[in-house]
């Protein structure tokens, strides 16, 4: 199947809600559009679309400092909802979320796992220590460690 693969762009904003809502049962529509009322806050959504325009993959991405191994590229939510291709379509945003690391200076991408998403509320994603739970992949070795 053609999919297209990049970040959440303004058009797409509406039809990314309910796959993030897969995740995130309790955001709101109102909450969504202000996370994603932007282009800077739409970089950090990267999402894999099929040829009917319909969002088949969806992740959130950003990047910090880890106090051992220095920058990596954080991802707190990533989504794949594709029926029949449900592998091919989370091997390309995978992919994408590796390029994006690549771009962004970082040496592991760290996703994180179900236990580590009973944040309060999204704004305050990025400030928590959430190190230790999950898969940390290394761009260089091209191998991942489960913590």
Known sequence: MDYDVGVLNAADVYRAFPVVQLIMSRLDLETWKRLTASASSRRNWLTVRDAQGYI?????????????????????????????????????????????????????????????????????????????????????TDRATIH
């Open 56 to 140: 088949r993959g969806l992740c959130h991405v950003f990047t910090r400092e880890h106090p051992v191994h220095g920058r990596q590229l954080e991802i707190p939510i990533f989504a794949s909802v594709g029926f029949l291709d449900d592998r091919d379509v989370a091997r390309r945003l995978f992919e994408f979320a590796k390029l994006r690391a690549k771009l962004d200076g970082c040496e592991k991408v760290h996703f994180w796992s179900s236990a580590s998403k009973d944040w309060d509320s999204f704004d305050t994603l990025r400030t928590l220590e959430c190190w230790d739970d999950g898969l940390v992949y290394d761009l260089g």
